[in-house]
Structures are given as C-alpha cells and as structure tokens.
C-alpha cells in the first residue's frame, strides 16, 4: 500500500517514508564487497584487507549513500502512484516518533506545481506598437551618426549652447567647506547630454570662455554621493574653453568611415535604412510582447510554488555578481544583494513561465524546425558573415534552444493577438529608438 500524500497548506504537501532496515544492511554489505575489493588500506595490500575494516573506513558513507537511494525509491514510488508533480527539491527527515521494528521512518514535505488555469484570452486588452521609417527617420538616424563622429572646435566668442564642449575649472563648497569630488580643473563635457545636473548645465548655458560664475545648486535627496544628497552647495566655475561641434559631411569618407568600403553614399543610405527598419521591428515587436505578457500575468490568480520563486531570486543574484564582475568589482562575489529586489521579478518570470507553458501545450504553439531556421537567418542579418552564424546556431544544440525559446513566446504572443481585443499604438521614432 502506498503512503497518502498530505496537503499541508497552499500548494505545501508531506508525505511519510518507510525504508526497510534490512534492505539498507543488504545494500551496504554488498557494496562493502565491492569496495574491498580494490581498497587501499595501510598494512594490507589491495583487496585483501578483512571487512570489518573496510565497514569502518567506508561504512558510514555507503550506509549514508545508501539511505539516500532507497528514500528517492521510496518517494518517486509515491508521487508516481498520487500522480504529484514536484516543485523544486523535497526537504527530508527523520519522522518523529519510534518507527515500526526493522524500519526507518522519515518525512518529505515538498510543494507541488499549481493547477494553472489559461485565462479567456478574448477578455485581454494589448497594445500593438506600430512605428513608422521614412525619409525623415533615416535622416534623423544619419544625423545621429554623424553627431557621434563629430569633431570639435574651440570659439573664442561662443556662448554656450547645447552640443558644445564646454571645458571648465570648478570648486563646490558646503558652509564654506569644499567636498570630495566638488572640486576639477579642465573638466569638459557636453551640453544637453544631461552629463551633468540641470541647475549645473542651466548654469553654463551661454557663457563664454574666459567668464566666471557663481551659482547654489540643490543635490537631490537621493543623489548617489551620501556627503551631499539633499543639501545645497556653492559652486564657482570658470569657463576655459567652449568648442562647436563640427559635424563630417555625408560624403565617401564618411561613408567608409562607417564601413562601406567603396565609399558608396547611396549604398551606406541603403545599409543604414537596412538595419534601422530592422531594429524599429525588433523593438515594436518587444513593446507589443511586453503588452501581451503584462496582460497574462495580470489575469492569472494561481498560486505559485515558492520553491521556484526562491530559485529564480537566486538565478538574478547569480547574474547580477556576474555582471558585476564583468564591470571590475573586486568583491562581486561577497557583495551584499538584496534578496528582496528580485522577489517581484522573479513572481512575474515563474508566474509566466508556468502560464506560457500550460498555453503552448493547450494550443499547440510549440517551435516549428522551419520557424527556427528563420528567425536565425533573420538574426544572422546583423553580422557581416550571415551564413556562418547561421551555421553556427544550427549546429550548437544550445544556441539553437535560445532560439526555439524565442519563437515559442513568438507564437503566444501571436496566438494571444489574434484573440485578444487589440489596439494599435503609433510610437514615435525618437520614443522607440531612445533619442
């Protein structure tokens, strides 16, 4: 007879395992047998030393490996027969009480997954970003690239303005008394950049080089240097240098400054107008994807396992310490991170996760082959030697699952638009692009 499956609370069950105490000292001697066999014990040469010391050298440790291999029969034996599908790792101990003669008795408490209810997807409202690229949006993003590119020249006569280099000498003082990092010679920046605080750029605005200026500025509350949030310094400046951005024309060393190699204008416009159609498609089809996963996540009430919570927490700690170390901190490893601030984000990927699944299989939205292969030409298109990145992500098994993973919330997402109750949003090219 099989052990009954208690429900303790939520999504919490327990489960009471009995292992047999001769079936363990069966196991262990015969894996003591084995041990021996080719054990190296001081005195004796290999596979000669007696049993009774081989059981105390190894003893412990079979016996403990053995237990363990006879509660995972025992527990997989019972989720099986109450059909339970478990939600992370089961906590394990001895049960309470005297066992029955020859036996040993524990208890799993573990959660099990949700009964996840899809909700009715024709109740949903998403938006669907729509953004478009003209002439206009190619002359911007144009623009742009020669604004990255530009060189800058010293105006003795400028004043100020935005996109110009100012360089200047400054010295900030709180109650007369100067503070770390309030204090540079030949420090130059950009402005309009938003670089600097607001009250320090309104400042500059339209001085020339040679002038003085003295000015308060109130750092915000919750300004990053903890010496000066919420209090207002003194600050003198003295403009050394304001330098006019120079832009390069749009001509064949621009042009091949940019990559095209022939210096063809018309070619790199056509390469240009490429890859920005390429990126607003990609960025609107974010936009509408984040819609119809704010709009799932919020019409589904199942409770969820904390266990996967918990796992997931410890998966953005994980690749938070990484990224850390990947910027140069010396302690990532030991860097206190908050639990805390990955909870609510880590209740949404679950939450999701489990939503998305019970989906796909109710609509039969897996991954086709020919969609895979697809969407890596179409990613392909970003590097110089398409075919072989295409290659790459075909012949790597795990590449190719990020893939899949990509098309499958492809497919919901399509899936859910076409029975949802959708409205259409134009985005401005400035908004989507980040300008």
């Not at 109710?362 to 075919?387: D, M, S």
């Amino acid at each position: 007879m099989q052990p009954e499956v208690e429900i303790l609370s939520g999504l919490e069950r327990r489960v009471d395992l009995v292992v047999s105490v001769a079936d363990v000292e069966k196991e262990v001697q015969a894996q003591l047998k084995r041990v021996a066999r080719t054990a190296k014990i001081q005195g004796f040469r290999p596979g000669k030393a007696p049993l009774a010391m081989i059981e105390r050298s190894h003893g412990p440790s079979v016996r403990y490996d053995v237990i363990n291999t006879e509660l995972g029969k025992a527990l997989d034996a019972a989720l099986k027969a109450a059909d339970v599908r478990v939600a992370g790792t089961p906590s394990i101990e001895p049960k309470e009480g005297e066992p029955a003669e020859g036996t040993m008795a524990f208890s799993a408490t573990f959660e099990v997954y949700p009964e996840v209810a899809v909700p009715d997807l024709s109740t949903l409202e998403i938006t669907r970003s729509t953004a478009d690229v003209g002439d206009d949006e190619i002359q911007t993003t144009i623009d742009i690239l020669r604004k990255q590119r530009a060189q800058f020249e010293a105006r003795a006569d400028r004043a100020a303005q935005d996109g110009d280099r100012v360089t200047l000498d400054f010295k900030g003082t709180i109650d007369d008394v100067t503070f770390e990092g309030g204090t540079a010679e030949g420090f130059s920046f950009v402005l309009g950049e938003g670089r600097m605080l607001p009250e320090f750029e309104t400042a500059v605005q339209g001085m020339k080089a040679g002038e003085e200026k003295t000015f308060p500025l109130a750092f915000p509350a919750d300004y990053g240097g903890t010496e000066v949030a919420g209090k207002t310094a003194q600050f003198e400046i003295t403009v050394t240098e304001v330098a006019e951005a120079v832009l390069p024309e749009m001509n064949a060393e621009f042009a091949k400054m940019l990559g095209q190699a022939e210096g063809d204008v018309e070619a790199l416009k056509a390469d240009i107008r490429s890859n920005v159609e390429r990126e607003v498609k990609a960025r609107v089809q974010a936009r509408t994807k984040a819609s119809v996963m704010d709009a799932l996540a919020g019409a589904s009430t199942f409770e969820l396992p904390k266990a996967l919570i918990d796992a997931e927490v410890q998966n953005r700690i994980a690749a938070t310490r990484e990224e850390l170390k990947a910027r140069g901190l010396p302690n990532a490893d030991n860097f206190p991170i908050p639990e805390d601030s990955f909870k609510e984000e880590a209740e949404r990927r679950v939450r999701l996760g489990l939503l998305l699944s019970e989906l796909v299989k109710a609509a039969e939205l897996q991954a086709k082959p020919e969609q895979v292969r697809a969407r890596i030409e179409e990613f392909a298109q970003n590097y110089e030697q398409p075919a072989q990145v295409v290659t790459y992500y075909l012949s790597d098994r795990q590449r190719r699952a990020e893939i899949e993973a990509v098309v499958l919330e492809d497919n919901v997402v399509e899936h859910v638009l076409s029975n949802a109750k959708v409205t259409e949003e134009g985005v401005p090219f400035n908004e989507i692009m980040g300008n």
